[in-house]
């Protein structure tokens, strides 16, 4: 029987440098640091799911050589949002003193791009009260968030998202591990769909082999929720074909019957955009309202408005013509 109790992602989380995957030029510096028993503040960013946090962590078992209690704390900062954190427990940590032959203690901060920039001060001023005696490792998805000070004091690593044939190897690997049967397509599906994204790539693997105990296109498809998926399609032919009402009720129905998530629409029909038979210039218009929509739904913008004023802008961009040809 097929075990489900452990969540993947966790289970086959890499523990040491040299299991990392398809990171050979950021391992290979950060080895170094393990093998002078040195190293500046650090600085990673880059997408959801490409390493980021693995690799600090494995960084920090490496360099304790396993021996990591009291050596290290890890803070997501999503959670403590607040200077507070930083004024106690932050400082708290970083005036004791290290234990072992490492000359320095490690604090990961995670999601360090959510604090507030009065709370980002306060860190700068605490790294450099206390670097003498620790090293901090800042992980972030935007770098612009981070303020200057704080980027300047550390050595920036950027992590980008992992190509599909390293992700395909690794969830070949974790089914065979499982004892997971697979089939090719499913997997090649999970791929596309994760976006350079590791862990919901696994996640997804994990969640589409508990649906039948196999990781096939059916349960993928039923995991993942494609058939959604293709009728974001038609909420942008509707469109596109200059029936913008048959839009607006499929998109509606995708929101709040189908529970398709708003950016996962708006990620859908960027990609019907660039296949679409606009000139170069409707496209670019089009594509510049596509950002200014998914910047205001993630910042509270009702979804329905901002996306049907999208397709609204759709449907009066097509020629008779070129409706016709479609």
């Not at 960084?59 to 106690?88: F, H, K, P, T, W």
């Not at 909420?235 to 950016?263: C, M």
């Not at 910042?299 to 009066?316: C, F, N, R, T, V």
Request: charged share 30%.
């Amino acid at each position: 029987m097929m075990e489900t109790e452990q969540v993947w992602t966790e289970k086959y989380r890499p523990r040491r440098l040299s299991e990392m995957v398809d990171r050979e030029e950021i391992v290979k510096r950060l080895e170094t640091f393990v093998k002078t028993k040195n190293m500046p503040h650090l600085l990673f960013v880059g997408p959801p799911g490409t390493s980021k946090t693995t690799s600090a962590l494995a960084l920090v078992y490496d360099m304790y050589n396993g021996n990591v209690s009291g050596n290290y704390i890890e803070l997501n900062a999503s959670d403590e949002r607040g200077i507070d954190v930083i004024r106690s427990r932050v400082k708290e940590f970083a005036r004791s003193v290290p234990l072992g032959e490492v000359p320095f203690k490690i604090i990961i901060l995670d999601e360090c791009d959510s604090t507030t920039e009065e709370a980002q001060q306060a860190l700068r001023r605490t790294m450099e009260r206390y670097s003498n005696t620790t090293r901090f490792i800042l992980i972030a998805n935007e770098l612009y968030k981070i303020i200057e000070p704080i980027q300047s004091r550390c050595a920036v690593f950027r992590f980008s998202p992992l190509p599909d044939n390293a992700i395909l190897e690794r969830l070949k690997e974790i089914a065979t591990k499982e004892n997971i049967k697979y089939e090719e397509e499913a997997l090649k599906m999970i791929v596309e769909k994760s976006e350079g994204d590791m862990r919901k790539a696994i996640n997804f693997a994990q969640g589409a082999a508990a649906i039948e105990g196999a990781i096939t296109v059916k349960s993928v498809k039923d995991f993942i929720g494609y058939a959604g998926i293709g009728k974001i399609d038609q909420v942008f032919e509707k469109a596109f074909h200059g029936d913008l009402e048959a839009a607006i009720n499929t998109l509606n129905n995708l929101l709040y019957n189908e529970g398709i998530p708003p950016r996962e629409i708006i990620r859908e029909i960027h990609k019907n955009i660039m296949q679409a038979s606009f000139s170069s210039q409707e496209k670019a218009d089009v594509v510049s309202m596509l950002a200014d929509v998914e910047y205001r739904v993630r910042s509270g913008g009702d979804p329905e408005i901002q996306i049907s004023a999208l397709l609204a802008k759709i449907s009066m961009l097509p020629s008779e013509k070129r409706r016709k040809q479609s």
